[in-house]
């Protein structure tokens, strides 16, 4: 038998190929046109596959008593027609990729390389490709673009049942779990590319593939991150359905980097409290202590402060006795940026600092670095410019041989909104240069941040419609890419430049735009900003007003951080 086409039609040319093949050509009044939405499953379980099309319209054809809907139900029971052509295909095939094409079934996304095909079978890659080109050239597998792979819906539910009734239930679950360590292994690897400081360490989940894909570089990281998402996403599912916790940890905290420049904070959420279920399950109390970790950075970045701080606590229980100094310099960090965000000041300074003595305690200078130029940026917003230049400039002058040096872009933005008055022209040096690094980075909060922060520095020239331009820039982008929350780490800095700009309807705007979540979200210190920023708004008409809001905002500062 010629081996079965799988090539697809256009939707209008599958419906002119099911009416041919029905009996019923197009135009005429038959079961297919007095039933449409019938007809359009019946296409849509057909994948616009030709031979899928003319077996469905023969079996309309030769039983003129059935209705669409009997054809829709026969065709969902299970094994047909389809299933003896796919066979007379597969069985022209050796042992070997009989084998290939019914675990093919088992992958958890819809397109696929041959890397993980090599890990799935427990082949070499060389044997993969070989085998992936056969069942391509025998019309079992698609190529919808160079090197990935599909299954037709039609032929992955052939290969699935074909697996379920011919491998042994051990075989189909030691082929999923090595498809879970090469993920885990192959995340772990693009990882370990990024300029990121809180990567996720060295993967323990499984032994490693004997073949990875080779990341040259974090572009190249980004685009597989990019590829694999979908199957990266399923695959957690996966292992979830089949609790393989230690790959349920491990997944997850491999994707931090990536989620920081592509995705929202919804599905990290997600990850990451099944994740403390499996650390949980696994009752290894360094992994549930990064769990917690994990979960509390999630909560922040949605802006669940307090769930935030919930988590945070509970980590830090479990991660400071397991005497990992870098896990807790990370953690430390952490809970420096949320207790900022919280409205406190001389908690977060001493949190930064001490991170940044756990860094230098573990050998890891670029820690290091990032904590200063994270205490420079506190330092900043607390109005002292001169001390947060001389850090932010420690941070900038650590040695290093990475040119996407991580603690660049916090202190460049630092040092460049700190010298905006002194000097200008260096301050535009330092804060294009951060601008450049986040877009470089692909990283388009940090994008939005650095526009922000300039439109800051531009104020404090005395450029006031030029600092509008790059607020309403930073604002347009996270329109574009972020949730809602994000915004009010913006809101009153745009407020502040309005309101010297003359536009004091507008900043007053900003500012009560900014008031209206914080408090949900438990941002004090924008709280307190948006405060202060209403009551200089409202100091020359309405002074009374503007004494409140002043003191409402003076006293949301006061409180000291909890647990700190």
């Not at 032994?207 to 572009?219: R, T």
């Not at 802006?303 to 945070?312: F, K, L, S, W």
């Not at 420690?394 to 603690?407: G, S, Y």
């Not at 309101?499 to 900003?510: I, K, W």
């Amino acid at each position: 038998m010629p081996p079965v086409s799988l090539d697809v039609l256009t939707p209008q040319d599958s419906a002119e190929l099911l009416a041919r093949a029905g009996g019923e050509p197009a135009g005429t009044d038959g079961r297919l046109a007095r039933e449409p939405q019938a007809a359009a499953e019946v296409l849509r379980l057909c994948g616009n596959l030709p031979l899928a099309l003319r077996l469905a319209g023969a079996r309309l054809r030769h039983r003129p008593g059935w209705t669409v809907g009997v054809l829709v139900e026969r065709m969902a029971e299970g094994p047909s027609e389809f299933d003896t052509a796919f066979a007379m295909s597969v069985n022209q095939l050796d042992h070997g990729r009989r084998r290939l094409f019914r675990l093919l079934s088992l992958l958890p996304g819809s397109v696929f390389d041959e890397y993980v095909v090599a890990a799935l079978a427990a082949v070499p890659l060389r044997d993969a490709r070989a085998m992936l080109e056969n069942l391509l050239d025998a019309h079992l597998v698609q190529q919808p673009a160079p090197g990935r792979y599909r299954l037709h819906d039609l032929v992955h539910r052939h290969a699935l049942r074909a697996t379920t009734e011919q491998d042994p239930a051990a075989e189909r679950q030691r082929a999923l779990i090595r498809m879970l360590d090469y993920y885990v292994h192959a995340a772990a690897a693009a990882d370990a590319t990024m300029p990121f400081l809180s990567r996720g360490g060295v993967a323990c989940a499984g032994p490693a593939p004997a073949d990875l894909p080779k990341f040259a570089g974090k572009n190249t990281a980004l685009a597989w991150f990019g590829a694999e998402y979908t199957n990266l996403l399923t695959a957690f599912d996966a292992a979830l359905a089949a609790r393989a916790d230690a790959h349920v940890c491990e997944l997850p905290r491999f994707m931090r980097s990536y989620f920081a420049r592509r995705c929202g904070t919804t599905q990290l959420n997600v990850l990451f409290e099944g994740s403390l279920a499996a650390a949980r399950r696994l009752g290894d109390p360094r992994q549930l202590g990064e769990a917690y970790s994990d979960l509390g950075f999630a909560r922040h970045n949605a802006g669940r402060m307090a769930e935030a701080g919930e988590a945070y606590e509970t980590a830090a229980v479990l991660v400071t006795p397991a005497g990992d100094a870098l896990t807790e310099a990370e953690l430390t960090m952490r809970r420096g940026y949320l207790g900022w965000d919280q409205g406190y000041v001389e908690e977060p300074l001493e949190l930064f600092r001490l991170a940044a003595k756990l860094y230098a305690d573990a050998g890891c200078p670029m820690g290091t670095a990032h904590a200063t130029a994270y205490e420079a940026w506190a330092l900043l917003q607390s109005g002292h410019r001169e001390e947060a230049a001389r850090l932010a400039r420690e941070a900038l002058e650590t040695p290093h041989t990475d040119p996407a040096w991580p603690p660049a872009l916090t202190a460049l933005i630092t040092l460049g909104v700190a010298v905006a008055r002194e000097e200008p022209e260096d301050a535009f040096g330092h804060l294009h240069r951060a601008l450049a690094l986040a877009r470089e980075d692909g990283h388009r909060h940090n994008e939005a941040w650095c526009l922000n922060c300039l439109g800051v520095a531009l104020r404090r020239m005395g450029r006031y419609e030029e600092a509008l331009a790059s607020h309403r820039e930073a604002f347009a982008l996270l329109d574009e890419i972020f949730e809602e929350q994000w915004k009010i780490h913006f809101l009153n800095a745009y407020g502040e430049t309005c309101r010297l700009a003359g536009l004091p309807d507008e900043a007053l705007r900003l500012h009560r735009q900014a008031l209206d979540p914080a408090p949900r979200l438990g941002h004090r210190h924008e709280e307190a900003m948006a405060h202060e920023g209403i009551a200089a708004v409202l100091d020359a008409t309405a002074p009374s007003a503007a004494a409140e809001h002043r003191a409402a905002g003076q006293a949301l500062l006061r409180e000291p951080l909890p647990g700190a």
